[in-house]
């Protein structure tokens, strides 16, 4: 859904920050079965239902998992770093949520169904009944009344996403009217509700992501904790002030979680971990393992190592080389532990300033993109671990137009595209030169890289020697993080390597493409790429609501995009993970996190981890 | 010795300021908004202006948005600029565009001159070539706009005298009025307070009210009057809800009422009523009837449109009006004290840190605290191994002096010292956790996995295991210098005359070594234990990082990753007070070491 900058392989507290919730909900709720609904009156026990692996839950068995970085908040709506969601996945729900065999469908969770009406742009949800929260505490020891979960919290949770000041802009922005003119239209959404089971979402104007951001993008908090302060009482009368907003923001239940999901918080020790334990009252399937411990391993080289020695049952290895030299060890060999990899997400490019009278020809920058040796860096920086990018839609999509090749390697057909566009060497020293506006331009420019990575590093310096080849100077400019979003902030830079995290197919392009924001500073078209056919296109793609047009359109734009060459798109870079033999049934999906921890089983378990 | 101590305190205060000074300038150069960083890269300029507003609300609210050092905005008149920019904020950017045709065509016409002046100091890149060139006058009109803004926003309150002027004067046409309003709009946030806060305070009383009165005079046709039993059945309801102690009761309480009750509620609010009432009245009005102002207006906003929200921030300014047109003496105070700096400073010397920029914002200080506690033991232990290994390792080589013993001890700790310690941890990490050669220690944190139910000696022992490798790589490099260091003390004691008499009479070479030399060779070294409290805060970056510690040195790495600046001056601030409290101890450590310093003759000059 929203697209954010990152940087693969090296993950930074400050990075995370910029990494979005990523795909919608992602709390990976069960098929609307109804099979988790108890008579009344009947305890529900998780142990006597199957999980959504098939198979019967284990009485005591113990996942242990880690992350690298700690989170900020556990705040559901607050939080917006790739490890809170790692955390949430499995205790919060939203109201619906991706299919993860399929992403582009829906799969109901929290709502049992609910029905759009294209004339009025209303979806009326039906919630589930009989779905209960976890059980919560106030600080001073005093336990919350255990509630049901009911249409009053989507409202309240819609509430504090929408108010201005709640730290929640990443989730606020879908909703958000950016032409408002006015207090009372700023929001494209209104909520309302019917009774305590009903729910209306009315939108002010057709968007095609309505149904997922309505329905999938925003996990669902409790009313009873989080609009009450320490002592039981309301931190104000009104959801949209200030004054609340300020309350929510530094909450006390901040280092807490309550929700409506299969596993529910036991502790958080900032820093070192993370435990979570099976809600034994859960609506749906349950899940397999009586309890979650996530460890905070700050030190990749001690993660791998731990689970090389079986000492973590699932970790994934940021480090190509490392996980390669992995096979040699003996644990591996000794089946014990298995090496995955699998296809996630996100892209890398080199993006071009197209303020910068170098980059405005076309032809130039599609004779970069053949001077490119793409296979090369896959091959030998990645060891073939990655996947070409034709475009800004990742392969193998629906949004892809996959009849698109990948611009080939060919030195001599850049030279003869340089040549074309008038690009020659007229002064001798091996570079090329044109006059553009009046003024002589040697083919020369500043790549800006991340300075803590190495395969960073090593890309930027392949291209460099083809660009060299072709009379093209580029000089690699290593940059702090900080510094980077600086610069590409405030559009001083020539060309940048960047990576995108993106969704997996139906993504608004507006955020990066779109020419309207090519001026903005700090907008997320930092290359200020604008191309009238398609900011059309992508306005149309917004309100047009048929699937089947919408992938025509995308198609389209991927085209053009693909032509103008904006950028000079890389590849998809696999992730490699190990784990532990005694897991079962891992399967991957193209759908971020690619995998769902839900249908995981286990032959032997793990009692209380080391 | 008193007054040398109170001598050294005072020469603290302006070396703490220089300290500040100087962390001050670097978190001021550094790359990056925090703000920016903290609203996920939102909040910028193209976001919805609700974002936008909220981030500007949180940027005054730290002070962000002031001066660095002086604030010289009061003294400053703002009419001519302000004049200009209202005339570029009431156009749309096509508008703009064709002014930009005018203003290429003829820029020597003195409106004309001005306006360009106004423009250039936007700073906008380029600015006078894109002007020259027609093709360019749609991009540049967009920037225009942007500049315009960021320029309104920067300026901030100072603005709004001028502005209010604009918009008072009736010879003011309709487009200017509506850049006025959209300019007052960009200057002030949160111009008018719809309801109390929790502990409601009665200066807001006024502004309260003036909201209510204002959207009253307009929407009172809207609402019939209430019948008399409607009434009685509210005051009832009213009255029962005062009477209510719990705030969640009242709040459910609140949320049965209806719309049209409102009128009942406006009466409470505008009346003489006690404050309790009010708070209630408007907490329901607040509920029922939200945006009840209008404060912006679109570029094509009708008549009615401009003539409510003009009342609107007219009515805004005379109720503020000493915050608009302060006096001279307030002018005066604003200029040394309303700065980032004065700020900063003042939360400084009370030691409010506040809370951290991170998502959690929780207080600092409790957090610091919580990492102190898992450093300073490391980093005690780490002292008492250096000192029970270093000092017998030096006198050892002192009394062995130029023989094999003391050259390859001698090498050794050169080696030693030659290692930096996260290289070694690395190093115990690959050997002796990992697995590969041996898996004799925990790579990971200070406790194992179920470590909360052991019993304490297990706990303890546990703790010590886990905390083995970190305090010997913590000690390694110290525990070289430090032997290093007693060996030439000893040597030096050795050489002097009173061990020479002491070994005449016949003492044992044990007592000689022990008794006499090694207490004066001691001296110096004690006086070197003041040095490692500064270590015990800081705790160590890379150590902390290759064992998964949570202490001192990670919280300071990742609150400067994370731009967590209150966090990160708290910590500068509390480290410098540490390092010059621990010289001083050093200083007086000495004289009561050795009888033969005082600070006679330094304290009375």
């Known amino acids: ?610 | 010795m008193w007054i040398y101590v109170f001598r050294r305190l005072v020469v603290m205060i302006p070396t703490l300021f220089g300290v500040t000074v100087v962390a001050f300038c670097i978190m001021q150069m550094a790359p990056g908004d925090p703000l920016e960083a903290q609203l996920d890269a939102s909040g910028t300029i193209g976001e919805t202006s609700m974002t936008r507003e909220a981030y500007l609300i949180m940027r005054r609210d730290l002070k962000l948005d002031r001066p660095l050092l002086l604030n010289f905005r009061r003294f400053h008149d703002y009419t001519d600029s302000i004049r200009q920019a209202v005339f570029f904020r009431g156009q749309s950017t096509d508008q703009i565009q064709q002014q930009l045709a005018e203003l290429a065509a003829a820029s020597d016409l003195p409106e004309n001159a001005a306006r360009l002046s106004f423009l250039r100091s936007l700073s906008i890149a380029n600015f006078d070539q894109m002007l020259d060139d027609p093709q360019s006058h749609r991009r540049l009109s967009t920037m225009i706009t942007i500049g315009v803004q960021l320029y309104l926003e920067d300026l901030g309150i100072h603005g709004v005298r001028a502005a209010a002027a604009v918009l008072r004067d009736p010879q003011t046409s309709d487009q200017k009025r509506i850049g006025a309003i959209r300019a007052m709009r960009l200057m002030v946030v949160e111009p008018f307070q719809t309801s109390f806060r929790r502990d409601a305070d009665p200066a807001n009383e006024p502004h309260v009210m003036k909201t209510w009165q204002l959207w009253w005079q307009r929407a009172e046709p809207d609402f019939p009057q209430l019948n008399d039993t409607r009434r009685e059945r509210l005051a009832e309801r009213f009255q029962a809800m005062l009477d209510l102690e719990s705030r969640s009761e009242i709040l459910d309480m609140l949320e049965r009422f209806d719309r049209s009750d409102m009128r009942f509620f406006v009466e409470r609010l505008l009346s003489d009523s006690p404050l309790e009432e009010k708070v209630l009245a408007a907490a329901a009005l607040n509920l029922y009837v939200p945006n009840p102002l209008r404060l912006d207006v679109p570029i094509d906003a009708t008549d009615e449109m401009i003539q409510q929200a003009a009342e609107n921030w007219l009515a805004h300014y005379e109720l503020n009006r000493e915050l608009y047109e302060p006096t001279l003496d307030r002018k005066l105070g604003y200029l040394f004290l309303d700065t980032q700096y004065a700020h900063m400073v003042w939360r400084l010397i009370t030691f409010q840190f506040g809370r951290s920029a991170t998502r959690t914002r929780e207080p600092v200080g409790p957090r610091i605290w919580s990492a102190v506690l898992v450093s300073a033991p490391l980093m005690i232990m780490a002292q008492l191994i250096i000192y029970l290994v270093a000092v017998p390792l030096g006198i050892l080589c002192a009394v062995n002096r130029s023989n094999s013993i003391d050259r390859s001890v001698s090498l050794a700790l050169f080696v030693l010292y030659s290692i930096p310690p996260f290289v070694a941890g690395m190093m115990f990490l690959l050997f002796f956790c990992y697995g590969i050669f041996f898996n004799w220690f925990p790579s990971l944190g200070l406790h194992s996995a179920g470590s909360e139910d052991m019993g304490w000696g297990a706990w303890l022992l546990d703790y010590l295991w886990h905390a083995f490798l970190p305090v010997v790589c913590l000690s390694l490099f110290s525990l070289a210098a430090m032997a290093m260091y007693s060996r030439s003390s000893m040597l030096e004691v050795i050489g002097q005359d009173y061990v020479r008499t002491a070994r005449a009479k016949g003492l044992s070479e044990t007592s000689v070594i022990l008794k006499h030399g090694l207490r004066n060779a001691l001296i110096p070294i004690i006086t070197l234990f003041a040095g490692f409290l500064p270590g015990m805060l800081g705790g160590s970056v890379l150590i902390e990082v290759i064992f998964g510690i949570p202490g001192m040195g990670r919280l300071s790495f990742d609150s400067i990753l994370s731009r967590d600046f209150p966090t990160l001056m708290a910590l500068i601030y509390i480290n410098a007070i540490v390092v010059m409290v621990s010289i001083l101890l050093t200083d007086l450590l000495y004289v009561v070491a050795d009888p033969r310093i005082s600070f006679h003759g330094r304290g009375q000059r």
């Open chain 1, 1 to 610: 859904m929203r697209i954010s900058l990152i940087l693969t392989g090296f993950v930074l507290s400050c990075l995370l920050l910029l990494t979005g919730p990523g795909c919608g909900g992602g709390s990976g709720p069960d098929v609307g079965s109804g099979r988790g609904r108890a008579p009344d009156g009947q305890t529900r026990s998780a142990l006597l239902r199957e999980t959504r692996g098939g198979v019967m839950p284990a009485e005591r068995d113990t996942l242990l998992l880690a992350y690298g970085n700690d989170t900020n908040t556990l705040n559901a709506i607050t939080a917006s770093d790739t490890v809170s969601s790692a955390f949430q996945r499995q205790v919060y729900e939203g109201l619906a949520a991706a299919d993860y065999a399929d992403p582009d469908q829906l799969l109901p969770a929290l709502a049992e169904s609910w029905e759009f009406d294209e004339e009025t742009l209303t979806f009326t949800i039906h919630l589930r009944r009989g779905v209960r929260w976890h059980p919560m505490k106030l600080p001073n020891g005093q336990p919350l009344p255990d509630r049901e979960f009911t249409a009053r919290d989507v409202k309240f949770t819609f509430d504090c996403l929408l108010n201005p000041h709640v730290d929640a802009a990443h989730l606020r922005s879908y909703f958000e009217n950016p032409d408002a003119q006015d207090e009372s239209d700023r929001f494209k959404i209104s909520v309302d509700v019917v009774d305590d089971y009903t729910v209306e979402i009315r939108w002010t104007e057709p968007y095609f992501l309505a149904a997922e951001f309505t329905l999938g993008a925003v996990p669902m908090i409790p009313r009873h904790v989080y609009s009450v302060d320490e002592d039981g009482e309301p931190i104000s009368f009104d959801f949209t002030s200030r004054e609340f907003a300020e309350g929510f923001n530094n909450h006390w239940a901040n280092g807490m979680m309550c929700g409506t999901g299969p596993m529910m918080f036991r502790e958080w020790s900032r820093d070192e971990r993370l435990v979570l334990d099976r809600f034994d009252d859960y609506w749906g399937e349950p899940f397999f393992f009586s309890q979650i411990r996530m460890r905070c391993i700050p030190n990749t080289n001690t993660m791998v190592q731990m689970t090389l020695q079986n000492e973590l049952d699932w970790a994934s290895f940021p480090d190509k080389d490392q996980w390669l030299q992995s096979e040699t060890n003996a644990n591996v060999q000794g089946g014990k532990v298995h090496l995955v990899e699998f296809e996630y997400p996100g892209y890398r490019y080199i993006g071009y300033n197209t303020n910068r009278p170098v980059f405005r020809d076309r032809e130039f920058r599609l004779a970069l993109a053949h001077a490119t040796p793409l296979q090369q860096i896959i091959d030998e920086v990645f060891h073939g671990l990655a996947v070409p990018v034709t475009g800004p839609f990742l392969p193998g999509s629906s949004a892809a137009d996959s009849s698109i090749e990948p611009i080939p390697f060919d030195l001599d057909k850049a030279r003869q595209l340089l040549d074309q566009a008038g690009w020659r060497d007229s002064d001798g020293d091996g570079v090329r030169d044109k006059v553009v506006d009046g003024v002589r331009v040697p083919a020369s420019f500043e790549l800006m890289i991340f300075s803590d990575s190495r395969s960073f590093r090593a890309i930027a310096e392949m291209i460099q020697e083809e660009f060299r080849k072709i009379g093209v100077r580029m000089q690699i400019t290593p940059a702090e993080w900080a510094l980077m979003l600086d610069r590409l902030n405030s559009k001083e830079f020539d060309a940048a390597m960047l990576g995108w995290a993106t969704g997996w197919s139906k993504t608004d392009p507006y955020q990066i493409w779109h020419g309207s924001l090519a001026d903005v500073p700090s907008s997320s078209n930092h290359v200020g790429y604008s191309n009238p056919e398609v900011d059309r296109l992508i306005e149309q793609l917004r309100v047009t609501m048929d699937e089947d047009k919408q992938q025509e359109l995308y198609h389209q734009i991927h085209r053009l995009i693909h032509e103008d060459q904006p950028y000079t798109f890389l590849f998809s870079e696999k992730m490699t993970a190990g784990h532990d033999a005694r897991l079962q049934n891992i399967e991957f999906y193209r759908l971020r996190p690619c995998i769902d921890t839900r249908e995981w089983h286990s032959s032997t378990p793990r009692v209380q981890g080391r």
